[in-house]
T-cell receptor, first 115, second 114 residues
Framework: DAGVIQSPRHEVTEMGQEVTLRCKPI?????LFWYRQTMMRGLELLIY????????DSGMPEDRFSAKMPNASFSTLKIQPSEPRDSAVYFC?????????????FGPGTRLTVL | KQEVTQIPAALSVPEGENLVLNCSFTDSAIYNLQWFRQDPGKGLTSLLLIQSSQREQTSGRLNASLDKSSGRSTLYIAASQPGDSATYLC?????????????FGTGTLLAVQP
């Protein structure tokens, strides 16, 4: 298996622009997680899905952030409009059978820079 | 609110030395604890997962222990090698009612000098 795939690997955009990050989980994994990593706050869970359904989005910082999982093999995290404070590395991870009983496998991350 | 702390924040050791990384958490009601490794510019790789009913897990030169009552875990690395240089993160699955999530520590940056 190719592991968790994320695209793009790097994104540089200007404040106010829309940003879409993409993730393909490992085939057969039922859970998908979006994390954000910054120097100040470390790694934080933004949202996670089970069988394509959002379960906990309490970590989503504000309404400018939205995430979707239209099918078992694809998820997006969208920021609109983007702000400089959104600059971070965004990771996608997947696991099976459960978030607290099995290992999460992380993608390589998307490094987002908002100017 | 669960908080996870890792000490030290950074560590530099000569090759061959045995070392211990520390992780502490404030709420002992956890499902399990995981140790991850993160290389610069890369994602996280799971090293060891310890279920709440277990005391330790071993994989090769790595041994992780868990003491829920004291809210502590240690990662022991034997005979360190330059290839072990990375950031090591511990994370706990926090029981939060209907949902549960990984709470990460801030990490220990390890440098093993050849």
């Amino acid at each position: 298996d190719a592991g968790v795939i994320q695209s793009p690997r790097h994104e540089v955009t200007e404040m106010g622009q829309e940003v879409t990050l993409r993730c393909k989980p490992i085939s057969g994994h039922d859970y998908l997680f979006w994390y954000r990593q910054t120097m100040m706050r470390g790694l934080e869970l933004l949202i996670y899905f089970n069988n394509n359904v959002p379960i906990d989005d309490s970590g989503m910082p504000e309404d400018r952030f939205s995430a979707k999982m239209p099918n078992a093999s694809f998820s997006t995290l969208k920021i609109q409009p983007s702000e400089p404070r959104d600059s971070a590395v965004y990771f996608c991870a997947s696991s099976s059978p459960g978030p607290s009983t099995d290992t999460q496998y992380f993608g390589p991350g998307t490094r987002l820079t908002v100017l | 609110k669960q908080e996870v702390t890792q000490i030290p924040a950074a560590l530099s050791v000569p090759e061959g030395e045995n070392l211990v990384l520390n992780c502490s958490f404030t709420d002992s009601a956890i499902y399990n604890l995981q140790w991850f490794r993160q290389d610069p510019g890369k994602g996280l790789t799971s090293l060891l997962l310890i279920q709440s009913s277990q005391r330790e897990q071993t994989s090769g030169r790595l041994n992780a222990s868990l003491d829920k009552s004291s809210g502590r875990s240690t990662l022991y690395i034997a005979a360190s090698q330059p290839g072990d240089s990375a950031t090591y993160l511990c994370a706990v699955y926090d029981y939060g009612g209907a949902t549960n999530k990984l709470i990460f520590g801030t990490g220990t940056l390890l440098a093993v000098q050849p």
